[in-house]
């Protein structure tokens, strides 16, 4: 043992414990005071060395799941909440706009179809104007008896022209009607509504016989007669139509094919007597015509 240490030395070895020998004469006797880091493992003469393993990952590590990207703010933003502050108040004004029509017109409609009360009393014109024609509540389809009848109008007029007076052919002012509405998604309501309820008005207000039968009857008779005046202005009959007639056609619904039921499909008609045209019968622009011809004649 001497000898190979004498060899070491000879050879200018280092010696195994370098950091001993820099350390205090104190704390050379004292195991526990070499750091960790600095401290050197010798190998044991009597065991093979072993490979060294990787240390285990902390539990930490395992359970540590990849960090979540961070949202875009320009992604995250959406909505009025992604509007500049001019845009915000313009939308929200707008929002609070639309749900106070809502509900005015729901409010409408409740306080028309509501039985008589107060409010229908005291502004029952402003519900009506408000309702009339475009929101109108009609509830015939829930009757006890719906309607089963097809109900068509139909005009013809008197001609004066320079080879002298004549008649013209019926026109069907119901097919008229029909023909603006079908396949049309968002037809008029006048050629939904306007003949069908001036035709209602007038026979509600007349007996079988063609007579008033209270104060509205006059009034009926001259909304049907400007209805049919305007629809006869838009033909040319070569001219001056001086008298209207009008008749309905009322024909009962068919049964569809399966029923067994038997019913008439004949059409059973309404005549009325022959009208003869007024200044007021005629459209706007017609009539301010007539009325100045009428000035110029009276004041030749």
């Given at each position: ?5 004498d060899?070491?030395?000879a ?13 205090p004469?104190e704390?050379?006797?004292t ?11 010798t190998?044991s003469?009597s065991?093979?060395?072993?490979p060294?393993?990787?240390?285990p990952?902390s539990?930490?590590?395992l359970?540590?799941?990849p ?7 320009s992604?995250a933003a ?12 313009v939308?929200?004004?707008?929002l ?9 017109q729901?409010?409408m409609?409740f306080?028309?179809v509501a ?5 229908t009393?005291?502004?029952g014109k402003t ?12 509830w ?20 004066v ?20 509405i079908?396949?049309?998604?968002f037809?008029s ?7 069908r ?6 026979v509600?207000?007349h ?5 008033p039968?209270?104060?509205r009857?006059?009034l ?6 400007r209805?049919?005046?305007?629809r006869?202005?838009?033909r040319?009959?070569g001219?001056?139509?001086?008298r ?8 009962a619904?068919?049964?569809?094919p399966?029923?067994t039921?038997?019913i008439?499909?004949r059409?059973?008609y309404r005549?009325?007597p022959?009208?003869t045209?007024t200044?007021?019968d005629?459209p706007e622009?017609?009539a301010?015509?007539?009325r100045d ?8």
């Open positions: 043992m001497d000898s190979d240490h060899r070491s030395s050879g200018g070895g280092k010696g195994a414990w370098p950091q001993a020998l820099n350390r004469a704390a050379r006797d195991p526990g005071a070499i750091p960790a880091e600095q401290a050197v493992t190998p003469m065991s093979p060395p072993t060294s393993s990787p240390a990952s539990p930490t590590a359970s540590s799941t960090s979540s990207p961070v949202p875009d703010p992604v959406r909505g009025i909440a992604g509007l500049s502050t001019p845009y915000q108040v939308a929200a004004l707008a609070s706009l639309i749900g106070l029509l809502a509900c005015t729901v409010a409609v306080l028309h039985p008589s009360n107060t409010l009393k005291e502004h519900i009506d104007r408000w309702i009339y024609p475009e929101f109108e509540q009609n015939k389809l829930f009757a006890p008896n719906p309607l089963q009848q097809n109900v068509a109008v139909h005009v013809r007029a008197e001609v022209d320079a080879d002298g007076r004549r008649t013209t052919r019926w026109m069907n002012l119901t097919h008229e009607d029909a023909k603006g079908r396949g049309n998604l037809p309501h006048v050629d939904q509504n306007e003949l309820r001036g035709w209602d008005f007038y509600n207000s007996d079988s016989e063609n007579r039968n209270g104060l009857g006059d009926s008779e001259r909304y049907v007669r209805i049919a005046m305007l006869l202005s838009e040319d009959y001219g001056t139509i001086e209207i007639q009008l008749r309905s056609a009322t024909s619904v068919a049964p569809p399966w029923s039921e038997k008439s499909t059409p059973v005549v009325l022959w009208w045209v200044p007021d005629l622009h017609a301010e015509q007539s011809a009428a000035r110029a004649e009276a004041n030749q």
